[in-house]
């Protein structure tokens, strides 16, 4: 079965700090896909970052980055330097190729402290 | 620029009735989504479609059911809603590819229907 596991329902972080958001996942299929997703509080939910899984190399898009370990199946999402604009809920996804189908998980809101 | 519409932002709805949530896409995308979301519980596939005409059933299909006669228009159905149904509704819409198709756009949000079935 496909699934996504985000353990940490909330998070804090000092603005200008750094944090990490978990994410575990289990699929059967060897091609897919991993996507974090931002939903701030206007609730669109935004594309933060895509992984591939036939690629070893983290992604990096600005000052979000993944930690992509698919023997352990973990994909976390690190933001650098957070700003008060990263406060929102923050959705782990993953595409199996083979149907197109995509899971999220529970979702992770993170608060940024002034 | 992608734009997914769902036609409502607010809706409220009496036990009973018969829903339609209507969405629609500008991308020309294959595949199409059906998602509720409630605090707590994340986002729950409810149907997806990757083909006109084509339907496949999500996490939590039951008391729902989907139609998709043209490409740019995913509707779901609440045959008779309920006030379990009470939820967020997200639909979205990708081009993924598939197996030997290239992976093309990632998916695409419409802005949510609130329903509250009372």
């Known amino acids: 079965a496909q699934t996504v596991t985000q353990s940490q329902p909330e998070m804090s972080v000092q603005e200008a700090e750094t944090v990490t958001l978990s994410c575990t996942y289990d699929?059967?299929?060897?091609?897919?896909?991993l996507f974090w997703y931002k939903q701030p509080p206007s609730r669109q939910m935004i594309l933060v970052i895509r992984?591939?899984?036939?690629?070893?190399q983290n992604a990096t898009e600005n000052r979000f980055s993944v930690n992509f370990q698919k023997a352990a199946k973990s994909f976390s999402l690190k933001i650098s330097d957070s700003q008060l604009g990263d406060a929102a809920m923050y959705f782990c996804?993953?595409?199996?190729?083979?149907?197109?189908?995509?899971?999220f998980g529970k979702g992770t809101r993170l608060h940024i402290l002034p | 620029d992608v734009k997914v519409t769902q036609s409502s932002r607010y809706l409220v709805k009496r036990t009973g009735e018969k829903v339609f949530l209507e969405c629609v896409q500008d991308?020309?995308?294959?595949?199409m989504f059906w998602y509720r979301q409630d605090p707590g519980l994340g986002l729950r596939l409810i149907y997806f479609?990757?083909?006109?005409?084509?339907?496949e059933k999500g996490d939590i299909p039951e008391g729902y059911s989907v139609s998709r006669e043209k490409k740019e228009r995913f509707s779901l159905i609440l045959e008779s809603a309920s006030t379990n149904q009470t939820s967020m509704y997200l639909c979205?819409?990708?081009?993924?590819?598939?197996?030997?198709?290239?992976?093309?756009?990632?998916?695409?949000f419409g802005n949510g229907t609130r329903l509250t079935v009372t």
């Open positions: 996804a993953s595409l199996q190729n083979r149907d197109d189908k995509i899971i």
């Open positions: 991308m020309d995308h294959e595949n």
């Open positions: 979205a819409s990708g081009a993924f590819g598939g197996i030997g198709r290239p992976y093309n756009s990632p998916l695409h």
């Open positions: 992984q591939e899984a036939y690629k070893q």
């Open positions: 479609s990757y083909d006109v005409k084509m339907k």
């Open positions: 699929t059967s299929e060897s091609d897919y896909y």
